[in-house]
Structure formats: C-alpha cells, structure tokens
C-alpha cells in the first residue's frame, strides 16, 4: 500500500510540477508549422482554385455545407477577394511566428484559426496529412510548445539576467496583441460570426444576467457550433488571468496554481498526440492486414505505376523491378504499423521502428511525391523522438548557426543553452507574457 501511494504521489507530483517532453512539443510545433507554411508557399499561385473564389466548391456550397456541418471557417464570413486574401496572409503569417517560437501562445490559436479555416473552406481538397495537421493544430493550443528552441525562450532567458542585474523590463508587445485580439473577438461577436447561437439565445433570453449568459455560451459551445468560439474566448481570458496574476497577486499562490493548471492540460494534450499517433499508425496497418494485395506481398507495387503517384518514373520502376524488394517493403510497412504501439515500453526497439518509420515516409514524399503528407507524419512522429538525441540535434545546430554568423562577419545571437525549459507563466511584475 505505501509503495502504491507514493508511485500515485510520485506520478501526481510529474504530470502537475512540469510541462513534460519540451523538446519533443517544441519539434512537433516546427514541424507542423513548417509544413503547413510550405504548402501554403507552394500552392500560392493556384490559392484561388483551392481554397479561393475561383475554386469547384463555390462560396455557395461552402455556406450550405458549413451550415449542415457547423465547422469553423473564418473564410465563410465574407466572398470577397480582399477578404480571402487576408486569411491566407494571416495563415501564413502565423505560421512563421509559430515556427520561430514568438508569442506562441498566440500564435497557436491564430494557427489554428488559419488551418481550421482554409481546410473547411474546401473539404474535398484535403488528404491524409492534412488531417493529421487539422487534428494537431487543435491540440498545440493546449501544449506549451515553446518551452525551448523560441523566441519566448530566449525573451525569457534575458529577461531573467536584466532582472538580475536589478533592471526593469516592461514587455510592451504582449499587451497590445492581447488588447487588439480582444477586439477582433469583440466585433466578430456583436456581428454575430462568432458565437452566433449564443448571441440568438441571449437576445431571446431579454433580461438574462451575465452569468446566466455565460452558461447559455458554454452549454452551446459543448453542443458542438461554438467549440472553437468558445476555445478562442478561453484562450483570450486566459491570457488575461496570467497578465492579472502576474502582476496583483500579492503572493505566489496564485500563479502556482495557474501554472499547474497549464502543465496538467499540456501535459494531456501531449498524451492525446501520444494516442492519436498510435491509432492512426495501428488502424492503418490492421485494415491493411484485410487487403488481399497487402497478404499477397504486392500491394506497394502499385502505387509505383500510378501516374498520379509518379514524380520520378525511373526511379518507380526501379524500386518495383525486384520482386522481393516489393514483398519485403509490403510486409515491413504492415509489420511496422500493427507493432509500433505496443514497442513503446521497450525503448531501444521503439527508437528501431521510429526510425524505420521516418525513413519510410521520407521515400513516400520523394518517390510518391507526397511531401507535406509525409512531412506532416514525421512531425507527428517526433513526439517519440528521445530527448537526448533532441538535445544533441540542438546543440548541432546551435553550433551550425555560430559557424555560419562567424563566416559572415556577424556574432549573432548567443547561441541557446542545452539548459532546463523555461516556464510559460507571466514573469514577475515588470512584464508580461502573450
């Protein structure tokens, strides 16, 4: 019995002190920034018949669809060129800003709000890795993903040594991006494009309190049309909180508490990535054990031959001309997919199929010509990744980065110590976080 407590303990006192696997979010918020940034780079010249007023599936269509289906698209407010043009922008935008780390917890939603938007916008244009990117934007609102490898970071870090040094540091930016977003969901509310069934039942409600409006929002935001609505008020009264904690309390008691919050709900979100990898992986590789062409060992070799899957044909041909070679990819992609959840406690074989894995999906991107989907897996794959291999890739590149700035002439930044994360909570008053 006491053994059992003290592992319960053990086990609260883990998921509650500290927002686990810093690196490993921190890589998985690169990665799927990166990727979604790059498709949106390389579909810019055709963004209009994608996602745009040009595109198969009309405005029209759109309307009708999201009113049956009640997902969330920012694009649905307005048809206008001007309009769409802003979102995309913004998409991309965010994603920079996600990637390198500034102002994460902001960025995140904004992130969100940008794939959510254009993915809804045209459902049919979408794959496999976009789904997986769909499903991940929505869980990094929950992580604290820039723990390491940020801006934040480093704004931290520098922050904590001017302090030391008994300097005052007011953090400027933070405010502003907090007062202007409040703003933009202010006026999107009143206007009825963000918690419209909210706005229909306060107004019959005549005389409700504002509490009662309160539970009128939260009840239609778990009935399914205001989930996003209310995650974006969420996030935006959060920010609020810390800024107010941080500054008025006048003990730690508080801010404690709001931080172990924030670890509690990173820490699930880190476990549903966790999850969501293994199920995607594991369903995959049961309903291929079903397909006769994937028992009878030939099932890779067509897709080689499809002139769709086809950027480099020799190459095709090439991979597909050795029988065994074709058997031995079939079965080690089923095998592979069916065993990689159930190898997690067992480390050195886990990291052995990971790598199997990243490997795989780097052929699909160059032989299939399938990049973003294959890179949308490996950054989904990264959750797995072993923090000290992380750490060394860190320290290469930090090491990459100071030969590069010395062969420029320029010192650059001081490159970042292989040191404890840094906390997301706000600093002490002086300064505030976003």
């Known amino acids: 019995m006491n053994r059992f407590s003290l592992a319960v303990s053990g ?10 696997g810093p690196y490993q979010t921190a890589v998985i918020r690169i990665g799927f920034a990166a990727t979604w940034l790059l498709f949106l780079l390389r579909e810019f010249p055709h963004r209009h018949e994608l996602y745009g007023p040009d595109g198969p599936w009309s405005w029209d269509l759109g309307r009708q669809l999201i009113d049956l289906n009640h997902a969330f698209t920012v694009l649905m407010w307005s048809d206008g060129g001007v309009w769409f043009e802003s979102v995309y922008l913004l998409a991309a935008l965010s994603a920079v800003l996600l990637m390198l780390g500034w102002r994460t917890r902001t960025m995140s939603v904004l992130f969100m709000v940008g794939v959510l938007s254009l993915q809804n ?3 049919l244009m979408g794959d496999g890795g976009d789904n997986v990117l769909h499903l991940m934007s929505v869980y990094l609102v929950f992580t604290r993903c820039g723990q390491v490898w940020s801006l934040d970071a480093r704004r931290e870090r520098r922050t904590a040594a001017a ?3 008994g300097e005052w540091v007011a953090d400027r930016a933070g405010p502003v991006l907090w007062g202007v977003s409040g703003l933009v969901l202010v ?3 009143l206007a009825g494009k963000l918690g419209e069934d909210w706005m229909l039942k306060a107004t019959e409600s005549g005389g409700a309190s504002a509490p009662e409006l309160v539970w009128t929002f939260l009840v239609s935001a778990l009935n399914g049309p205001g989930m ?3 995650l974006l008020w969420s996030a935006w009264a959060v920010q609020g909180l810390w800024w107010l904690v941080g500054h008025r309390a006048r003990s730690a008691q508080p801010r404690i508490l709001l931080d172990v919050v924030a670890n509690i709900l990173h820490n699930a979100a880190l476990l549903v990535i966790m999850v ?3 199920l995607i992986y594991a ?8 397909g006769s062409r994937w028992q009878d060992g030939t099932a890779v070799y067509y897709p080689l031959h499809l002139d769709y899957f086809s950027p480099w044909p020799a ?5 597909s001309s050795s029988g065994t070679l074709v058997m031995l990819v079939t079965y080690g992609t089923v095998l592979v997919q069916v065993a990689f959840p159930f190898t997690l406690l067992n480390r050195r074989l886990k990291n052995a199929l990971l790598a199997l894995m990243i490997t795989e999906h780097a052929v699909i991107a160059v032989v299939l010509g399938l990049p973003f989907f294959s890179l949308a897996m490996i950054a989904a794959d990264a959750v797995f990744l072993p923090t000290t291999f992380l750490r060394r890739l860190g320290a290469l590149a930090a090491r990459a980065r100071g030969r590069l700035f010395r062969r420029t002439g320029n010192a650059g930044p001081p490159p970042d110590r292989p040191a404890e994360p840094v906390p997301e909570h706000p600093a002490p008053a002086g300064g505030t976080r976003t």
């Not at 369903?283 to 079903?290: E, M, S, V």
């Not at 190459?315 to 991979?319: E, K, V």
């Open 11 to 20: 086990a609260i006192a883990r998921v509650t002190e500290a927002a686990l």
């Open 121 to 123: 916008r045209s459902v």
């Open 163 to 165: 302090r030391a040094r």
């Open 187 to 189: 006026a999107s509310t």
């Open 228 to 230: 996003v609505p209310a």
């Open 276 to 278: 969501e990898a293994c």
């Open 283 to 290: 369903t995959a590789g049961w309903y291929k054990i079903q």
């Open 315 to 319: 190459l095709g041909d090439l991979m």
